[in-house]
């Protein structure tokens, strides 16, 4: 790399480092490049650090090349031909002259280091996880060459610099996954980073090396991960993870239309929210950045205006709940019987024969009276857990002192996280009483004494209608009610203007929040996702009208994540008002 004029006048703040995240989706293509190359050339201060995914989709295209070696398919050299044309196409699109040849001729090199590695797989049959992590790699490599090289080009007074995280960040394995060596990669950092560099430097995210000096990765989702570290290296004011998403939401808005940006949470809320299912932020993200108060911004790369979500050492006190979260694909493992009630070291042994077999618990359930012990574990481990269990308890279970260890599959871990649960009274009532008001039956209750997190187990097939249950009762007003309008003729028709009309005032004065969510004539409906367009319904009834069905308007309508519902007949039909 190269260093740019120094910046030594500079004052303290203007010399700070921000380092800024781009994931697959957000380099995708030529003109995902050239967003975010725009985005980071707009950006203010002196010293910027961009650390960059793979292409989308180019990191599972090379881990199948090693697949396909290790079967002997062939097929791996026309798969690697592909990505070649790919990132060459790319290439094209926002280079000429020396600086593609130089891009491309880089690629070249790399792809014939890739034949080498396939050709050794494909002879021994077997592709060790080393061999993975080194093809793996290289799309991080191309997208910080492309990217630094389309910047070079676009702002020469800062771009076209780049730095390979291999020759950075050493890492030692452990059960827990890579663990930074942060003494020996931050005098590797001061050595790659010149002090007085000012300018944009490109980072390749996921890839690391290891003690021996030999190329590894971070894991699935490792580029937030070496954001994170270049962030504490370069003891940076703040990090930037973009997406394709405005921020972390409230809930996963394909299965809540409801949800909303959370504005700002604490480290803890991000942590517990990323654990249980929000996909946003990897949980092993923010560890470098905790300890060093670093504070993270999510945001959009296609919305570069919208201010996304804040994570930092303080958060906003003024919404107790910060998010309802799900995991699915759980199953319970129940350990039941009298045999264990104040025998020490049952559950030593329930736990310590699930770490040898491998089985990671996600929650875990127990009543004081000791009688059972209930845990939530992947479904694709139920089983392996159900034998080691039953094994360990054999001689209990012959002798009737434990009754049973049980399974029950297909189940959701729902939870509602914030760190202003802790000590407000009311928040686990209201949690099961929307629940309870839903019809979504409760199969196991877990709440740390941190009181930051209250989880429940449901039936898979309930748990997008708990979440969105839970979220009604902690986000929305008790004054939002879900409209359903039979009849758009002239009563009707007048209704949906003054509707349209009064609406402002409406919310304003009086918190109420009317949606309109569905318009049926005799024998078409238009049905909104979140509310219908008062203002163009008539063209949107046009072109998205469905045949009329009453009974899905009325479950339409009468939606189990809204809190009210009407249904408002403008009809003279006997049949409507009867029904």
Excluded at 260 to 268: A, C, E, G, K
Aim: charged share 25%; glycine share 10%; with cysteine.
């Amino acid at each position: 790399m190269h260093a740019f004029r120094s910046g030594q006048s500079r004052t303290l703040a203007e010399n700070s480092w921000k380092i800024h995240k781009f994931g697959g989706s957000s380099l995708a293509d030529a003109a995902c490049f050239r967003r975010v190359a725009g985005i980071v050339t707009d950006m203010p201060g002196n010293r910027l650090g961009v650390v960059v995914s793979a292409m989308g989709g180019m990191t599972d295209a090379l881990i199948r090349l090693a697949i396909l070696a290790e079967r002997g398919d062939e097929s791996y050299e026309a798969g690697l031909v592909a990505i070649g044309d790919r990132y060459a196409a790319t290439a094209r699109d926002l280079l000429t002259g020396a600086d593609l040849v130089s891009v491309l001729d880089a690629w070249s090199a790399d792809a014939e280091d890739i034949r080498d590695v396939l050709k050794a797989i494909a002879l021994v049959k077997s592709a060790p996880q080393r061999s993975r992590d080194v093809v793996a790699g290289y799309g991080e490599l191309w997208s910080a060459r492309l990217l630094a090289a389309r910047l070079a080009r676009q702002a020469p007074d800062k771009g076209g610099t780049w730095v390979d995280a291999r020759r950075v960040v050493t890492v030692r394995e452990t059960e827990l996954g890579p663990s930074v060596l942060w003494e020996a990669s931050q005098a590797k950092f001061d050595v790659e980073v010149p002090a007085d560099f000012e300018g944009i430097a490109v980072i390749t995210g996921f890839v690391a090396t290891d003690e021996e000096g030999l190329p590894t990765t971070l894991g699935r989702n490792g580029s937030d991960f070496s954001a994170a570290i270049f962030a504490a290296l370069s003891n940076a004011d703040e990090l930037s993870i973009w997406t394709d998403v405005d921020g972390v939401m409230s809930a996963d808005p394909n299965r809540v239309p409801e949800a909303q940006v959370i504005d700002r949470l604490t480290y803890s809320e991000a942590m517990e929210r990323a654990y249980f299912g929000a996909k946003v932020i990897h949980p092993q993200t923010l560890g470098p950045v905790v300890d060093r108060g670093v504070p993270v911004r999510i945001r959009n790369s296609h919305k570069p205006s919208a201010p996304g979500s804040r994570i930092g050492p303080d958060g906003e006190l003024v919404d107790n709940i910060k998010g309802i979260t799900a995991i699915g694909g759980m199953a319970l493992v129940n350990l039941e019987g009298a045999g264990m009630i104040g025998v020490p070291g049952t559950a030593d042994r329930l736990f310590r024969a699930l770490r040898d077999a491998g089985v990671s618990v996600t929650l875990i359930s127990q009543a004081s009276s000791e009688h059972s012990i209930c845990i939530a574990v992947p479904r694709d481990l139920a089983e392996r857990a159900r034998t080691v269990v039953t094994d360990a308890f054999a001689d209990e279970l012959e002798s009737g002192q434990i009754q049973s260890v049980d399974v029950t599959d297909d189940q959701s871990v729902v939870a509602v996280v914030g760190d202003g649960m802790a000590g407000t009274p009311g928040i686990a009532a209201r949690f099961f009483g929307t629940l309870g008001r839903a019809g979504i039956n409760v199969r196991a209750i877990a709440q740390g004494s941190s009181e930051r997190n209250i989880s429940a187990v449901v039936d898979a097939g309930e748990a997008t209608k708990a979440l969105r249950a839970a979220h009604s009762g902690f986000y929305l007003s008790h004054k939002t009610i879900s409209i359903g309008v039979i009849g758009p003729g002239t009563v009707g028709a007048t209704l949906l203007s003054q509707l349209q009309r009064q609406y402002g005032q409406l919310a304003e004065q009086f918190n109420l929040d009317l949606r309109v969510r569905a318009i049926a004539r005799s024998r078409s409906m238009l049905l909104g996702d979140r509310a219908i367009d008062l203002t163009s319904w008539r063209e949107d009834f046009a072109g998205d009208a469905v045949d009329t069905d009453l009974d899905a308007f009325e479950a339409h309508v009468d939606a189990d994540h809204l809190p009210h519902a009407v249904i408002i007949d403008c009809t003279a039909s006997e049949r409507i008002a009867s029904k």
